[in-house]
């Protein structure tokens, strides 16, 4: 059924429709809307046999989570920016334990400066936390891949996060179309654990494991993932059958077959970016775009077919690895890896800054002028930058930096946490 | 009197088992069916009052639970002896998830056995979560905190061997004053753990206004196996706080373990009783009473107070403590009215 | 269940770990000698039929105890039940009460009609015993139970020796004697009463005896040099309380003085208290010097007896005696004064101790005989090949249980003797001293007092003083014994292993290591309230 709702609602009645089982629910902006709404639905009657929880922390969300799936409960959680890294110890042993739980990741920076906004700093955190981490470009795509990152999840047992651009995404009315419970119950059939805990057929999880078997433990939890490659196109195919239309998967190519710059890059921008792409195709340009939904596992066979016939890569991310540069540029080039191609890497969008279309322009005109740098930083009020690395220079005590630069802008800072 | 012994010669309940008592009214460790929760074969030291009072607990909860019985397990000491791959002690449903998140771990237990009962693909399944005192005290008090305040369906057993034993021996909040750890050595002008720190957490618990919450110590057999056994036939969030002396860490023979921890008891340094609902409802009177030396004097651990010159101030100090337990719980008889 | 590999593992499995490799000393069960057993002269296993008592299996207590000790009912009247001062709950609060817990056992036998057990068969052997004392009759139990044909040569007209004809009928009365001495008869024992054996050797070449246990008792009076006027009337005490069991109860006025300080002294003088008289005890020394038991002397106080302590008597007359005053030396001896006093006495008993009759035993070559009493072997042989000897006639205290010890000794020597074998008895346990145990396990109880007679009737009749103990107190009283050394299946080891590894083998069949598992922490012997289980260094 077709209906305009908000991002996180349309989250929410994707994974009401999923039948779970136990929910535990912590706020965190912007994530607050969607464990809000299940709350509803869960009081209200709507999903039923399903207990929604009010945890006291992420820690304990993520660790009630263990414990309902590991007992053979469906189970859900999401979460934000500090709330994902103050769960990280539960997130780790959740896919070390395989446990197929999902958790929707509102994506948003991580502070200090504290940053309610939107960029994937919390999620590419968890990177090698072992969790399958799937990233939506539009609602719609966010709504499915929750359907398919159950299914997904319980086929390999291993925990899957649904990554979706906060504020961007979960704060948007669009136009959604909500599948019946019918799809989703012949797409989706009840959870068949790998291991429970059962009284009439005890087993002991968790073990302290030791260098002995540690390795061949680790290389499982990879080869659970290398399965996990396969089988996502695979449910993506299903998903179409069933459910009429193309989500999920391991990658979206636009444009790319001719392309001699291809930009790369994850989640809603990838909207801004087409766009840009095609205003400049009209003007001659070939250029084309390649999104990245599986950014765990990587599909590092996908990415290098539809790179290969380029020139440059330009991979647009909103994450920096301080210190290096790119998160997402590592794992692309990586695919590049002995092809004669010009890489590079733009960070972009931190902490909510608008990634506007003129940026985008000038960007990839640069690119296309060989002119663009190896590691750009979109936007960069450079006047900022240097005065605050002078004060640094001159003054020891210079003061918190955050709050200075705010001064300089101009700028009052927001009262939203 | 929150167990009432029975008054039959020639040992009434004080041993684990009485040929003399009818089966009904013997314990659950001296049936020779008993389910041997944690078996033999884990890799505790020798003496491991936890391992003992481990058994102890999880036996009686099995029996109450009719051997349906999930648990979730703290690392630390337990859970470290218990599972080393490839083997486990445990007969029963068991996982380990975290240091400090073990409360939280068997609240999603629970949660799902709820569901799956609605639905009918279940029947009863009782849920116990267990953690030493670093486990439960310090790093998962907040996992503990949230489980008790929302009243989940839990048994909470803490194993407190006063201090974090599986790192080798450091302090915790329920490391008592003057001992000594591998971060509070005795050492200084305050040698040993600092006095005016520490939290008793059954106090904490109790202010949560959960149900049950009770201490017990492995030297106490039938009181243990009484709460959790109480303890087991109600709903809700409920704490059991058990000493269990640790040969290794407190510095002790390993045959000294239960009479550790019945010195504990009779010294009142450590009290034994149980609340319902916040309020304290009964006790474990002090049987024969003993200064706190009789205690002390045999751990390694306050080894710095005795010697050439005896700290006769901390030692005296050490008893102001257990005489206001005395008087807080009213451990001795004459006390109590 | 398809696991995922290394975290997940399977119930149980650490049985594959063999932790008793970890183990420098192992625990292992073992049984201790009580202190009770150790002390008692009957050599009963005490803390053996206690365990019976305490679950209610009365009979099976009594057939255990009867096993060494035909005689319960009697014992738990006369015997001084040295084993009570031993017994460790003692230093706890008080004795267990052994001995009123043996007379249930007798009383309830006797009213229940319980029978001794007989031979399972005949060795063809006959044995003579001389004297149906207790340990005569002892002697001829076990050896009638070990298959021999036994003849019991008695010069009375009843059994029981000094039992019946010295030990008053208010401590033992006679039909409690009687059935106790029948059950033994009815074994199969041939009893020759009224017959005196005068010369053992002939009687026992005319019997065709291959062997004789001599238990004559010593039944001589002893006799002081007092001197006497003709009138006065003077009596020895065994004489006199013979004469008891006689038709003609003996004349012996209103004021009886009894000289002397032991058990005899005191039981003439409650015996001549009930026949209406006002004994008056006359002792050498102090109260605390006394040979009599102190809880005798004082039930005879009670009945209002009265003594006077160190005084000699110097002269006796028609009805009067003349006294001379003690006084006690710097080494504790009385020693005379010079002091004289004269005091009025319508007879005078004297209770100075018994000789032993050896007249049978003249002429019996290899015989030793010292300071009247004949000399035995460790095995209650005498001298002379085939003859064995016990109880009062031989050196030993003289009491009833002593006695029976010696007829139960004797019986088991004469036994493998006749064999051509020697009994060696077994090696004894070490000693279940009260540092063996872990008293902390034991309930608070305090002892049971056994009922008295109330003291009007104790002044005027013949009616037992002491009574027994119900059912309910018996049980209560052996559930306050230890079971010193010996296990009582308090589960405690099982229970407090933290590795399990103890096995219960189940209801009277003890526990057993596991030394799979056993690390050796020795928790399990620490907290055995027995002291059953001790730590053995492990060979390395
Ligand atoms: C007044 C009194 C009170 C006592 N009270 C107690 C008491 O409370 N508790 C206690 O433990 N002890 C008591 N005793 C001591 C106890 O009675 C004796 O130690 C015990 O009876 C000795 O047993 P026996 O078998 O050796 O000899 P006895 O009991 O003396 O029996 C010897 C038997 O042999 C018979 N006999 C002797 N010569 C011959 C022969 N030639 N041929 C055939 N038969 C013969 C005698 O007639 C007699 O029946 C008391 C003694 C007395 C005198
Ligand atoms: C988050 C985290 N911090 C620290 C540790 C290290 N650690 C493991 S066990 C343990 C001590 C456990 O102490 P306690 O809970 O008292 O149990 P005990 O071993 O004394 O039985 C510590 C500090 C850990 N495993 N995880
Ligand atoms: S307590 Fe029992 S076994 Fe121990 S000495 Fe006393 S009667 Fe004998
Ligand atoms: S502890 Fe108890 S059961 Fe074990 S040997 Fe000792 S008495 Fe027997
Ligand atoms: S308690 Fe167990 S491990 Fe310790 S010595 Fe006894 S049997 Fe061995
Ligand atoms: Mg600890």
């Not at chain 3, 608070?444 to 005027?460: E, G, H, N, W, Y």
């Amino acid at each position: 059924m077709l209906k305009q709702t908000e991002g996180s609602h349309a989250v929410a009645e994707a994974v009401g429709l999923c039948r779970p089982e136990v929910i535990c629910a912590y706020p965190i902006s912007p994530q607050t809307h969607i464990v809000e709404g299940l709350g509803e639905m869960v009081k209200a009657g709507e999903v039923t046999d399903c207990e929604f929880i009010n945890v006291e922390s992420e820690f304990a969300a993520m660790s009630v989570a263990i414990g309902s799936s590991a007992t053979g409960a469906r189970t859900y959680t999401a979460t934000a920016s500090q709330g994902i890294l103050f769960m990280c110890e539960a997130v780790y042993n959740a896919s070390g334990l395989g446990l197929p739980i999902v958790m929707t990741v509102a994506n948003r920076a991580i502070g200090a400066p504290i940053n309610i906004w939107n960029d994937h700093t919390d999620a590419l955190s968890q990177r090698d936390s072992g969790w399958i981490q799937l990233f939506a470009e539009t609602n719609q795509e966010a709504l499915d891949l929750h359907i398919l990152a159950f299914k997904l999840a319980e086929e390999v047992s291993l925990p899957v996060m649904v990554c979706m651009d906060g504020f961007i995404l979960t704060h948007a009315y669009e136009r959604v179309d909500v599948p019946t419970q019918e799809q989703v119950d012949a797409f989706l059939p009840p959870y068949e654990p790998r291991q429970v805990l059962d009284p009439t057929d005890p087993v002991s999880i968790g073990a302290m494991v030791g260098p002995e078997a540690f390795s061949e433990v680790r290389y499982l939890a990879h080869a659970k993932q290398m399965q996990a490659l396969e089988l996502i196109p695979k449910l993506a195919a299903q998903f179409k059958t069933i459910f009429g239309r193309d989500s999920g998967g391991l990658t979206h190519s636009y444009l790319t077959d001719d392309a001699e710059t291809i930009v790369v890059a994850m989640g809603s921008i990838l909207g801004t970016i087409k766009d840009v792409v095609d205003e400049m195709r009209q003007a001659g340009e070939k250029i084309g775009v390649l999104g990245i939904i599986s950014y765990r596992p990587f599909p590092l066979e996908e990415v290098r077919n539809a790179l290969q016939n380029a020139k440059r890569v330009v991979v647009l991310e909103k994450s920096l690895a301080v210190g290096i540069g790119g998160v997402v540029s590592t794992d692309v080039r990586m695919a590049m890896s002995g092809l004669q191609l010009e890489g590079h890497t733009v960070v972009a969008g931190l902490g909510g800054r608008a990634i506007t279309m003129k940026s985008l322009h000038a960007l990839f005109a640069k690119a296309v002028a060989g002119e663009l740098e190896r590691l750009t930083f979109l936007d960069l009020d450079w006047d900022v930058v240097n005065k605050q690395l002078e004060r640094e220079r001159t003054t020891r005590r210079s003061g918190p930096a955050a709050e200075s630069m705010l001064r300089d802008v101009g700028v009052v800072a927001a009262r939203i946490g | 009197m929150s167990f009432q012994p029975v008054h039959f010669y020639q040992t009434g309940t004080f041993t684990v088992g009485n040929r003399l008592l009818e089966a009904s009214e013997r314990s659950v460790q001296a049936n020779i069916e008993r389910t041997n929760s944690l078996n033999s074969g884990h890799r505790a030291c020798q003496g491991c009052g936890e391992a003992l009072g481990a058994r102890y607990a999880i036996d009686a909860a099995m029996n109450a639970a009719r051997g349906r019985l999930i648990a979730a397990n703290a690392t630390g000491c337990l859970e470290v002896f218990s599972t080393p791959y490839p083997e486990t002690s445990w007969q029963i449903p068991w996982i380990h998830s975290l240091f400090g998140n073990t409360a939280a771990v068997a609240t999603g237990i629970a949660a799902a056995i709820k569901v799956k009962k609605q639905k009918g693909q279940m029947g009863d399944v009782r849920v116990v979560a267990q953690g030493g005192d670093g486990g439960t005290t310090d790093i998962g008090f907040g996992c503990l905190s949230g489980m008790f305040e929302r009243n989940d369906d839990v048994l909470y057993i803490c194993y407190d061997n006063g201090g974090y034993m599986n790192t080798g021996v450091q302090r915790s909040s329920a490391t008592p004053p003057a001992a000594r750890t591998a971060t509070t050595m005795p050492v200084g002008p305050e040698p040993g753990n600092q006095f005016g720190q520490g939290k008793f957490l059954p106090a904490i618990a109790m202010a949560h206004e959960i149900p049950y919450v009770a201490t017990a110590t492995v030297a106490d057999l039938r009181d243990l196996e009484y709460k959790v056994t109480k303890a087991m036939g109600m709903r809700g969030a409920r704490y059991i706080h058990i000493l269990v002396p640790c040969p290794l860490g407190w510095g002790a023979a390993s045959e000294d373990t239960i009479l550790l921890a019945r010195l504990a008891k009779e010294t009142g340094i450590f009290p034994v009783f149980e609340a319902e609902n916040g309020e304290i409802t009964g006790n474990l009177k002090i049987r024969r009473k003993q200064p706190v030396e009789e205690y002390l004097k045999r751990q390694k651990r306050y080894a710095h107070l005795f010697g050439k010159k005896p700290a006769v101030a901390t030692i005296a100090r050490l008893q102001a403590a257990a005489d206001k337990n005395i008087r807080k719980y009213g451990l001795l008889d004459q006390e109590a009215n | 269940m398809e696991k995922p590999f290394a975290i997940t593992l399977d119930p149980g499995s650490s049985l594959a770990n063999h932790t008793g490799s970890w183990r420098t000393s192992r625990p292992v069960y073992i049984d201790r000698l009580p202190p009770c057993n150790k002390q008692c002269p009957a050599g009963e296993d005490i803390q053996g039929w206690l365990f019976h008592a305490e679950s209610g299996d009365y009979e099976s207590a009594w057939r255990h105890l009867t096993k060494d000790n035909p005689f319960p009912a009697i014992m738990g009247r006369v015997c001084y039940h040295s084993c009570e001062s031993v017994c460790n709950r003692g230093q706890i609060d008080e004795p267990v009460g052994i001995n009123s817990v043996e007379r249930f056992l007798g009383d309830e036998a006797l009213k229940l009609g319980w029978k001794l057990t007989p031979p399972s068969s005949e060795s063809g052997k006959n044995v003579l015993v001389v004297g149906a004392g207790p340990s005569g009759m002892s002697a001829a139990y076990h050896l009638r139970r070990l298959g021999h044909s036994v003849t019991v040569y008695e010069a009375g007209p009843l059994l029981g020796g000094m039992m019946r004809f010295g030990i008053p009928k208010y401590r033992l009365p006679r039909d409690i004697l009687e059935a106790e001495m029948q059950r033994v008869v009815e074994l199969g024992v041939k009893v020759n009463l009224n017959t005196k054996v005068d010369n053992i050797l002939n009687t026992m070449a005319d019997g065709k005896f291959d062997a004789a246990f001599l238990a004559v008792g010593a039944h001589i009076g002893k006799r002081a040099r007092i001197p006497a006027g003709d009138a006065a009337k003077i009596v020895d005490a065994i004489s006199l309380l013979r004469s008891m069991e006689g038709e003609e109860k003996p004349m012996l006025g209103r004021r009886v003085v009894v000289y002397g300080g032991g058990n005899t002294a005191i039981d003439v003088a409650r015996t001549a208290k009930r026949m209406g008289a006002e004994p008056l005890i006359v002792y050498r020394r102090t109260r605390a010097a006394m040979p009599a038991h102190d809880f005798e002397m004082e039930e005879a106080l009670q009945e209002g007896i009265m003594v006077k302590w160190l005084s000699t008597i110097t002269q006796a007359d028609e009805s009067s005696l003349t006294i001379e005053k003690m006084a006690l030396d710097e080494t504790g001896f009385p020693q005379p004064t010079g002091e004289f006093e004269t005091i009025e006495a319508d007879s005078l008993v004297l209770a100075l101790g018994q000789d032993v009759d050896l007249g049978l035993l003249e002429g019996v070559p290899g015989l030793e005989v010292k300071d009247g009493v004949v000399k035995v072997a460790p095995n209650m042989m005498t001298g002379h090949p085939g003859i064995f000897a016990g109880g009062d006639m031989v050196p030993a205290e003289r009491n009833v249980t002593v006695g029976i010890g010696h007829g139960k000794q004797a019986a088991r020597h004469i036994d493998a003797w006749l064999r051509g074998e020697e009994h060696v008895p077994a090696v004894q346990h070490e000693v279940a001293n009260f540092e063996k145990l872990n008293t902390w396990y034991y309930a608070d109880a305090p002892k049971t007092v056994r009922p008295m007679l109330d003291i009007i009737r104790r002044q005027s009749t013949f009616d037992e003083v002491q009574g027994g103990l119900d059912e309910s107190t018996a049980l209560f009283e052996a559930r306050r014994c230890l079971s010193c050394g010996n296990c009582f299946e308090c589960d405690n080891c099982y229970g407090v292993c933290p590795d399990n590894a103890v096995i219960k083998l189940g209801p009277g069949k003890r526990f057993q290591f596991n030394y799979d598992y056993c690390k050796g922490c020795g928790m399990c012997v620490a907290e055995c309230p027995c002291g059953a289980i001790k730590m053995e260094a492990e060979e390395i």
